[in-house]
């Protein structure tokens, strides 16, 4: 795992060298083992490095044997031992045990269509030396990220958009109409990042770079299509088959494996599978906040030593410049924050943790998924009633039953953007300043996505949509991010190109039944896991953040920040205030959308009045 930062331009290789050291050493947390760099008349590009296979042989960049084509790569291909058969067969001379060598042969062999063959994260560059040619590519998931720039006659590109502050072609100046769609999905849900002119390689793309021309196209789309003739039993047997391969594959390394474990089935099914010396927990102080006891419960089970924390509320208020600032843009999850002390705590024994992320998306989970005894009885009642009930209730403020009125009466793409939804587009005008209603609205952004699955069950349409906003954009970029900040390699083999193959053709009945969320896939875990674990519901990192704010102290503390002379810039303060204090009170909850206002406040403080 490691970080990679590059630009193309016209300034001396002398002038290259400096500004291609300085943007690596942003990002040195991705990579505190070494660094490499390579540099010509028209490019620079570095590398961080963290070691985890052929640990003295996999410094970057990487050459053929002609010495006419290099590579950086970030991530890990997973059926590299298999490609590098065949490649060795057609002649091909390795120099290292690398994985990363595969990838530059596998060019040479397939030109572009090497993405096609890789089971793998990842994000790399290939400079072709005779051509001039750039090609570059991003995992068909978005477990690794890769951000790009053209600014003043330079492409620029990097892991981390921290990185481009240091290269003095990059102007760094806030990207106006992100604000008003990150309101309601809580993350930066747009291709242009909050930095104007940043913008993201989508999962499953790719790119060439030639005479000053970008090309992108799309390698790999997610394709729904259920498989009919196969029984539930059979389809169990199938993914505990291919789960095992995938967990067996995610355990390559030359450095220890651990495993992040929560107490419900997706991190537990991965730890049972993996069977490492560790396993590593979080927590809260306060009850229901904390799945340490049922963590360490399993991993006395499985004979498996569990390493824990308890974080308490300082710690995680003043963490949050610092996870504001790793995340490069805003980000209002709150479970980024114990993934941050997680990783921090797991550094400390292991390199490399796998995790149970992905598989609601793979296999189902999600609550909204799921359509109950309750909701087919509500169903019954005329479809105009319940739609006009819906569209009422999804422009009001939260209440008890908003979820169930909505959800039953709306087709998911006029409501589903994802787990969370904050910010209505009718609230976002009382909040926002006239400046920041520009930006596109919520049903803009995912009118395309729902576009491509028009003809599909509600269950696969807003699993279709969480692969490509919630999961790239929301789940995996935290999980890239805090993990990275203290240099962990973190795996999830539920995100698996073998997996997915088989999970894109399971019918939607079998992952919702029975009132039951990934229903088959906690059938297939219950065969190696206890009863409790393979049935417990969905827990994911529950924060008490919109407790905490009816303190005085955390209370004190939101509203200073909240009347700060810059914020007016962006939001009606009055408004600000009274969504604090009707909390605080008890007359609303509004955690969620305080939590989204003030992380944003303090990512602004970070990138824009501390300058970092």
């Given at each position: ?144 990220p890769l951000y790009y720039a053209n600014m003043n006659d330079t492409f620029i590109f990097g ?139 399993l991993s006395d089970l499985l004979k498996i030593e569990n390493i824990n924390k308890t974080i ?301």
């Open positions: 795992m490691c970080g990679i930062v590059g630009f193309v331009n016209k300034q001396s290789k002398k002038e290259k060298q400096k500004i291609i050291k300085d943007m690596a050493d942003r990002i040195i947390h991705r990579g505190p083992d070494s660094d490499g760099y390579y540099c010509d008349e028209d490019v620079a590009i570095g590398f961080r490095r963290l070691s985890i296979i052929d640990l003295s042989g996999g410094t970057q960049p990487i050459y053929n044997e002609e010495e006419d084509k290099l590579i950086f790569f970030n991530g890990e291909v997973y059926n590299f031992l298999e490609l590098r058969k065949d490649l060795e067969k057609d002649g091909h001379k390795f120099r290292t045990n690398t994985d990363t060598e595969i990838i530059l042969h596998g060019y040479e062999k397939y030109g572009e269509n090497v993405v096609d063959h890789l089971r793998g994260m990842y994000c790399f560059v290939i400079w072709d030396l005779k051509e001039r040619k750039m090609f570059g590519a991003r995992d068909i998931f978005g477990i690794k892991s981390e958009i921290k990185s481009f502050l240091a290269n003095p072609n990059f102007k760094k100046e806030l990207n106006e109409e992100a604000l008003r769609p990150y309101l309601t999905f809580q993350f930066s849900s747009l291709n242009e990042t909050f930095f104007k002119g940043v913008y993201k390689l989508k999962p499953g793309h790719c790119f060439t770079y030639k005479d000053g021309k970008l090309d992108i196209r799309q390698y790999y789309d997610i394709n729904f299509n259920d498989d009919l003739d196969t029984s539930m039993d059979e389809f169990s047997k199938k993914i505990q088959e291919v789960m095992k391969d995938s967990v067996e594959h995610h355990r390559i390394s030359d450095v220890k494996v651990g495993s992040f474990l929560s107490g419900g089935v997706d991190s537990s099914y991965i730890a049972k599978l993996l069977m490492p010396n560790n396993t590593f927990s979080v927590g809260f102080e306060r009850e229901h906040f904390s799945e340490i006891d049922q963590a360490k419960e308490t509320p300082d710690e995680y208020f003043d963490s949050l410049e610092k996870i504001m600032y790793y995340s490069d843009e805003p980000h209002a999850n709150p479970s980024n924050v114990p993934l941050y002390f997680l990783s921090e705590m797991t550094r400390k024994h292991v390199t490399v943790a796998l995790s149970g992320e992905g598989a609601d998306e793979v296999f189902g989970g999600n609550d909204t998924y799921m359509v109950t005894d309750k909701d087919k009885k509500y169903r019954k009642l005329p479809a105009f009633l319940r739609h006009a009930i819906g569209k009422w209730a999804l422009e009001r403020p939260w209440f008890h039953g908003r979820k169930f009125l909505v959800k039953n009466g709306l087709a998911p793409e006029e409501y589903y953007v994802g787990p969370a939804f904050i910010f209505g587009e009718g609230e976002k005008d009382k909040v926002l300043q006239e400046k920041y209603l520009k930006g596109k609205t919520w049903k803009e952004i995912i009118a395309p996505i729902y576009e491509k699955v028009k003809d599909k069950d509600d269950i696969t349409k807003m699993k279709y949509c969480d692969f490509h906003l919630w999961l790239p954009e929301d789940l995996l970029l935290k999980a890239d991010k805090m993990t990275m900040a203290h240099s962990i390699e973190l795996r999830v083999p539920f995100l698996d190109k073998e997996v997915m193959n088989l999970a894109q053709t399971i019918p939607s009945n079998m992952e919702s039944r029975d009132n039951t969320t990934k229903y088959i896939l906690r059938k297939t875990a219950n065969e190696v896991l206890p009863d409790e674990w393979a049935t417990r519901p969905k827990w994911g990192f529950p924060v008490p953040f919109h407790y905490w704010i009816r303190e005085d102290k955390y209370y004190n503390k939101v509203k200073e920040l909240f009347n700060e002379d810059f914020v007016s810039e962006f939001f009606k303060v009055d408004y600000l205030n009274k969504l604090l204090d009707d909390h605080k009170n008890e007359k609303k909850q509004n955690g969620r959308k305080i939590y989204v206002i003030y992380t944003f406040l303090i990512w602004y403080k970070v990138y824009f009045i501390n300058e970092v």
